[in-house]
């Protein structure tokens, strides 16, 4: 992703033309404390500012919780939208997710506002950017073809049929390995010629400034520990229960979101309250560890990183989203 704000998109003494702040970074690491912060001085401007969830399990209205979605407190008189606005019955996929909120981010700017995307799905913020590749539906033959063969096969026939994707992918990464082979199989075009095919991405329509947060990870971890056990304590056992009263497809996003299987192992098969509150916390930092990951290596370097914590320094807003509203 390589989109950010640019001198033609404004000057010193002009707004940008179609401004959207993005603040993305793992969980815990204080994105929505800071988006509102965001929010209030962009206000204090005279501008309207709008938060726009960027999160895969806070877009789900049965995991305010555990998802850690922001209270009506922490909200602060800030609007907030994309918060809660998918029932768990429903997948909302990254595309979905990006048409919806390509919406709002319009909407927005025809009443003036400024939005900020806020969250810690990259996939999320990927697609809305640069947009998705416009696949056709894999024919189910070749499906169920491909997915039958051993991982060494399929790796195979792939460093024929497609070797640029093959040499990028592990040989034991049966996933990608198989929808590569599928794509490539059912389509007639490789998987890397479908992505340079992308469509809907508004990277190129907006004037984006980024900011992505990379505390030191020993901080972060800290606060994911403390996160859950609290979470615990704040209502996210009788969440998790009324999940398992509906009889959700357990393969549905809602109910692999990080926390929901440890607890219902915990609500299901009676396990000690301390393994549960060990296991989770395990789960959080494992899922911010891939979080931290990806945003440092999947995201454009010139975006600006925050590598220090939230609590110890007071952030000069100014010098990280400078020119996103005039003096």
Not at 39 to 52: F, H, S
Not at 125 to 153: D, N, S
Request: hydrophobic letters at 40%; glycine letters at 6%.
């Amino acid at each position: 992703m390589s989109t950010t704000s640019s001198p033609e998109n404004s000057t010193p003494d002009q707004k940008p033309e179609r401004p959207v702040a993005l603040i993305a970074g793992p969980t815990a690491s204080g994105k929505s404390t800071l988006a509102v912060t965001l929010a209030k001085a962009i206000e204090a401007k005279g501008a309207k500012a709008v938060v726009i969830n960027a999160d895969s399990a806070q877009v789900y209205s049965d995991l305010a919780v555990l998802s850690a979605r922001p209270t009506e407190e922490e909200m602060d008189g800030i609007e907030h939208r994309l918060f809660g606005a998918w029932d768990g019955s429903v997948a909302c996929s990254a595309a979905r997710w990006a048409e919806v909120a390509r919406e709002e981010i319009a909407q927005c700017h025809e009443n003036g506002a400024v939005p900020i995307l806020v969250g810690g799905t990259g996939m999320y913020i990927k697609v809305l950017l640069e947009g998705i590749a416009p696949i056709p539906e894999i024919e189910p033959e070749v499906r169920r073809v491909v997915r039958a063969l051993p991982v060494e096969t399929a790796y195979e026939a792939l460093m024929i049929e497609d070797p640029e994707r093959a040499t990028l992918l592990e040989p034991t990464d049966s996933q990608r390995i198989a929808r590569a082979l599928e794509v490539k199989r059912s389509t007639g075009v490789t998987l890397s010629d479908w992505h340079m095919a992308k469509t809907g991405g508004i990277g190129e329509e907006i004037a984006l400034f980024p900011l992505i947060l990379l505390p030191p990870r020993d901080w972060l971890y800290a606060r994911c520990d403390a996160r859950f056990e609290a979470m615990l304590e704040e209502g996210a056992l009788d969440e998790v229960q009324a999940l398992l009263d509906r009889e959700l497809d357990p393969d549905l996003p809602v109910m692999r979101a990080i926390g929901v299987p440890e607890i219902t192992e915990f609500l299901l098969e009676d396990r000690p309250r301390e393994e549960v509150i060990e296991a989770g916390a395990q789960a959080t930092r494992n899922y911010a560890k891939r979080q931290y990951t990806w945003f440092r290596r999947q995201t454009d370097p010139d975006w600006p990183r925050l590598t220090t914590d939230l609590e110890s320094e007071n952030i000069d807003l100014d010098a990280y989203f400078a020119g996103l509203l005039p003096d």
